[in-house]
């Protein structure tokens, strides 16, 4: 991937870096850095003024936008349609359960076993998938959802003989004294998303993500500039699984349940993700998390009434697609855009484009 991509020629403004501003030609971006301290001191905080019931929905909220951003990585930014993650999810939900109730692990030593071990299952699927594109891909990757379950009961038996573990509550303690339990995986779950999400916005901004933005929109232009196209979507598929995998050993540390009883479970899992791509919006960073949110807010507005939840998240897609077809994220770009278009327009000429910002489409 590395020598080919180092002849990687110049790329077309869509896709080309952020060039670096000339000295004393752009403003410090004040509002965006207190912005984001602003969130910053707020998710700090959140857990100190919530109870633990509230602070494992958080909890909840950021395992799935985990798994969300690694499907939003594959399809969003690579253009390959998968169904299956949710079978990446299970591979880390029951490694973390096998290591910690069968071998006695440190569940925080498992998660990235897991992320690793969901990875090598991911390049295993996706060379095939090299030869696969669109509605054929995302059936092969749905087969791979439907199945898991069934592999899993013919090698994992819990109590009863139900392929479900739950790990003790003292294996999914607190490591720090003056941290309750529920306070301690908040900040565990927060850590790890802070810094994949981090990790993510950084590939996506460089070579290896214009490589993937470039097949995704152009293969065969791609690969005659020097990008090895199945280097790219095999690496894109491994990355995705491991964020998955990773995802579903933090649904083990925070439920305390890897459960493989429902035949159709994990085939649920895999429509949530897309679902929170979908909503939240495709081939961005903060989609991902805001398509969770609502995905939780609805599973909670619904509890109890097991029909009411795939109809409210039907009807939020349904909703999302014509309202909003570019997701969340795409509707307040356009609502800054057109806001910043007014404003150009009553107090004189439009503001210098902020060169960090990739070129967001205008308002009709």
Same mark, same amino acid.
């Given at each position: ?178 941290? @309750?339990?529920? =306070?301690?995986? &908040?900040?565990?779950?927060?850590? +790890?998303?802070?810094? #994949?999400?981090? %990790? /993510?916005?950084? *590939? ?111 009807? @939020?897609?349904? =909703?999302?697609? &014509?309202?909003?077809?570019?997701? +969340?994220?795409?509707? #307040?770009?356009? %609502? /800054?855009?057109? *806001? ?25």
């Amino acid at each position: 991937m590395s020598d080919q991509s180092a002849n990687l020629p110049d790329t077309p403004p869509a896709f080309a870096a952020p060039s670096a501003p000339a000295a004393g030609g752009r403003k410090i971006p004040w509002l965006r850095i207190v912005f984001g301290v602003v969130i910053a001191v707020i998710a700090l905080a959140l857990p100190y003024y919530n109870d633990p019931e509230t602070n494992q929905i958080f909890c909840q909220v950021m395992y799935l936008a985990l798994a969300a951003m690694g499907l939003n990585l594959l399809t969003g930014y690579n253009g390959q349609i998968s169904l299956g993650h949710g079978a990446f999810f299970g591979i880390g939900a029951f490694t973390a359960a096998i290591l910690t109730v069968d071998h006695g692990w440190m569940i925080e030593a498992t998660f990235p076993v897991a992320a690793l071990l969901a990875a090598l299952v991911g390049v295993a699927v996706g060379f095939p998938a090299l030869r696969l594109k669109g509605l054929y891909l995302a059936l092969i990757t749905l087969g791979l959802a439907v199945l898991f379950p069934l592999v899993v009961k013919k090698f994992v038996e819990g109590p009863g003989g139900v392929p479900l573990l739950k790990p003790k509550r003292s294996q999914v303690g607190s490591m720090v004294d003056f941290w @309750a339990d529920d =306070i301690y995986r &908040y900040y565990v779950c927060l850590a +790890i998303l802070a810094v #994949l999400f981090l %990790l /993510a916005w950084n *590939l996506v901004r460089g070579r290896m993500g214009r490589a993937m933005i470039a097949v995704r929109d152009q293969e065969v232009a791609a690969s005659t500039v020097g990008i090895s196209v199945a280097n790219v979507k095999v690496w894109s598929f491994a990355l995705s699984a491991a964020y998955a995998g990773l995802a579903g050993a933090l649904s083990t540390y925070v439920d305390r349940t890897a459960d493989a009883s429902n035949p159709i479970i994990y085939f649920q899992r895999s429509i949530e993700f897309l679902i929170a791509v979908v909503i939240g919006g495709a081939a961005t960073i903060g989609g991902p998390l805001l398509g969770a949110m609502l995905l939780v807010a609805i599973r909670r507005r619904t509890e109890g009434t097991e029909a009411m939840a795939p109809a409210l998240l039907g009807g @939020a897609l349904i =909703i999302v697609v &014509y309202v909003l077809p570019d997701g +969340i994220v795409g509707g #307040l770009r356009r %609502l /800054a855009a057109w *806001l910043r278009a007014r404003t150009a327009g009553s107090t004189g000429p439009p503001p210098t484009p902020d060169p960090l910002e990739a070129p967001q489409p205008q308002p009709s």
